[in-house]
């Protein structure tokens, strides 16, 4: 896929396991290791020092009884940078044990249908174009002219539904967080 070789490919991959990036199992697959998390985790840190919602994200969780979750557009996907999960029955299920940095894709999501709405016109044709839409739960939006209608109908300051689009069975809604528009966009 990225054009190298085997054998070079696997040098990389010895000195991804000897700097703790990867990890072996014993039938000699390869897998990230919790280290690797670490550039990751870092950016996601910065992010939440600069914006002090825990405790209004727990007390929108504990007043519903659902999962809340904070997220911020990273390209075609939406990374959690919190997320408080909700103890209703089935709950576990639906939120497929999804925690703090996980991703989920923008197009099948309540906060990624936000987040693609708050992008200028040339930013999300320019999306778009770029990514392809896969079916995800039984509603997914499978078709860029599809997306790109509900995109326009999402105004600065509305509520988004998405109803199985993710996961069958899961409905959520996001809003957008004010912010400067001088800053990155981020959704609840």
Not at 22 to 31: F, G, S
Not at 39 to 51: C, F, K, N, V, Y
Not at 53 to 64: F, G, K, M, P, Q
């Amino acid at each position: 896929i990225v054009g190298i070789s085997r054998s070079t490919t696997h040098r990389y991959a010895i000195t991804l396991v000897a700097l703790g990036y990867l990890e072996q199992d014993p039938k000699r697959r390869y897998r990230l290791s919790t280290r690797a998390a670490g550039p990751g985790s870092a950016a996601i840190g910065a992010i939440r020092r600069l914006l002090p919602a825990r405790a209004v994200l727990e007390e929108l969780r504990d007043e519903t009884g659902h999962t809340v979750s904070m997220g911020v557009l990273d390209g075609a996907r939406v990374i959690y940078i919190h997320r408080l999960l909700g103890h209703q029955l089935g709950q576990y299920a639906i939120d497929r044990d999804l925690g703090v940095g996980a991703n989920v894709p923008a197009h099948c999501t309540a906060l990624g249908k936000v987040l693609l709405a708050s992008l200028s016109n040339a930013e999300r044709s320019e999306l778009l174009a770029s990514i392809e839409l896969t079916r995800h739960g039984p509603s997914s939006i499978t078709r860029k002219k599809e997306l790109a209608a509900v995109l326009d109908r999402i105004s600065a300051r509305g509520v988004v539904v998405s109803d199985e689009e993710l996961v069958a069975g899961s409905r959520s809604i996001a809003v957008l967080v004010p912010r400067p528009r001088s800053e990155h966009s981020l959704a609840i």
